[in-house]
Nanobody
Framework: EVQLVESGGDSVQAGGSLRLSCTDS????????MGWFRQAPGKEREFVST???????SYGHAVQGRAFVSRSPDKNTQYLQIHSLRPEDTGMYYC????????????????WGPGTQVTVSS
C-alpha cells in the first residue's frame, strides 16, 4: 500500500526557508499526483501545492512565488521548498497522493501522511 511520511518540518524565523519532504515508503506509482496541504489550529485545511506525474505543478495563492515543489527521479518523493517564510505559514503540513489529479488538488485523495509541523516565528 501507499505509505506517506513527511519530514523536514521545523521552527524557523520569519524570512527563512524550509524544505519539506514526503516519501512513499510503500508501493510507488509513478503516475500518481502528489500534493501538500496545511492546517493551522482553528483554521480550515488549505491547499499548498501539487506536482503531477509529468512534473507539472500548481500552487495555492498564499505560497505562490515563494514555493517550489519537485519530485525525485523515481517519483516516490516530493519536496516542497518555501522561501520568505511568514508566521502565517505556520501549520501542520500534510502530504497527499492519488491517481487522480483532481482528487489531490481538492484534498479528497485516498492517501495522506501523518503531517510535519512548521512553525514560523516573527
Amino acid at each position: 500500500e501507499v505509505q506517506l511520511v513527511e519530514s523536514g518540518g521545523d521552527s524557523v524565523q520569519a524570512g527563512g526557508s524550509l524544505r519539506l519532504s514526503c516519501t512513499d515508503s510503500g508501493v510507488t506509482y509513478s503516475d500518481y499526483t502528489m500534493g501538500w496541504f496545511r492546517q493551522a489550529p482553528g483554521k480550515e485545511r488549505e491547499f499548498v501545492s501539487t506536482i503531477d506525474n509529468s512534473g507539472g505543478t500548481s500552487y495555492g495563492h498564499a505560497v505562490q512565488g515563494r514555493a517550489f515543489v519537485s519530485r525525485s527521479p523515481d517519483k516516490n518523493t516530493q519536496y516542497l521548498q518555501i522561501h520568505s517564510l511568514r508566521p502565517e505559514d505556520t501549520g501542520m503540513y500534510y502530504c497527499t497522493a492519488d491517481y487522480w489529479f483532481d482528487d489531490v488538488r481538492l484534498g479528497t485523495g485516498r492517501h495522506w501522511g501523518p503531517g510535519t509541523q512548521v512553525t514560523v516565528s516573527s
